[in-house]
C-alpha cells in the first residue's frame, strides 16, 4: 500500500476532532523544534510559526461561518485566540521571545480534544 492510500484511509477514517488533534499535533511538535532550534534555521522557526498561525486562522474562520454548530462562547473564544495567536507571532518574529505560551495554548486545546482535563 502506498503512503498516499494509507493517508486517504487514515483521513476518511478519522473523526474531525481527531484530524484537528492531529493538526494541532504537527503543529506543536513544528514548534517545540522552533524553540530547540531557536533561530539558527531562521526559516524552519519563521515556518513552524507561521503553519501555527494558518491553523489557527483556519479555526477562526470556520468559527465564523454562519453555519457552525459550536455554542456562540466557544466560537467567540477560538476567534480571540486566533486573534492573540497572530499579534503573538508577529511579535515574536519582529522581537523574539519564546515559544512556550503558543506552545501550551496548543496543548490545552490537544487536551481538550482528547477529552482530558
Known sequence: MSIQAYQRAAAQAESPRETEYRAF???TQGLVRARENGRADLA???SAL???RRLWTVLANDCAQPG???PASL?????SLSLWVSRTTSEIIRNGGDLDDLIEVNR???EGL???P
Open 68 to 70: 457552525n454548530a459550536a
Open 50 to 52: 507561521d503553519a501555527n
Open 114 to 116: 482528547a477529552g482530558r
Open 108 to 110: 490545552a486545546i490537544m
Open 25 to 27: 499535533g504537527l503543529v
Open 44 to 46: 524552519a522557526f519563521v
Open 75 to 79: 466560537r467567540a473564544s477560538i476567534i
